[in-house]
Nanobody, 124 residues
Framework: LQLVESGGGSIQPGGSLRLSCSAS????????VGWFRQVPGKEREGLVC????????VYGDSVILRFTIDRDNSKKLVYLDMEGLNPSDSGIYYC??????????????????WGQGTQVTVSS
């Protein structure tokens, strides 16, 4: 399974942004998916993850409720909708997929695929 993120860029504080993650090479139906973020000098953190059926959402430790995950298995797409962005939301955003599932939305050995990341910069 290959994943490619898109939709990143520069945005002013308070704005909204939608990131997309396109999957190829395998069906997305059997994978939980998630969005993660990394900033310089810090470990990659889990933001929000979604079960293969779309029925269960798991937030990372930060529980950023301004972020919403969604998926369209028929189109092999995963979305991250972000609202009320602030400069601390800046970073590289990655999507990931796991057949074993995300009991906790954290980076780990159960992740089968990572995207290459897309940069989000929130600045006035």
């Amino acid at each position: 399974l290959q994943l490619v993120e898109s939709g990143g860029g520069s945005i002013q504080p308070g704005g909204s942004l939608r990131l997309s993650c396109s999957a190829s090479g395998d069906s997305l139906d059997d994978y939980d998916v998630g969005w993660f973020r990394q900033v310089p000098g810090k470990e990659r953190e889990g933001l929000v993850c979604l079960s293969s059926s779309g029925g269960t959402t798991v937030y990372g430790d930060s529980v950023i409720l301004r972020f919403t995950i969604d998926r369209d298995n028929s189109k092999k797409l995963v979305y991250l909708d972000m609202e009320g962005l602030n400069p601390s939301d800046s970073g590289i955003y990655y999507c990931a997929a796991s057949r074993a599932g995300f009991t906790w939305c954290k980076p780990g050995s159960t992740i089968d695929s990572w995207g290459q990341g897309t940069q989000v910069t929130v600045s006035s």
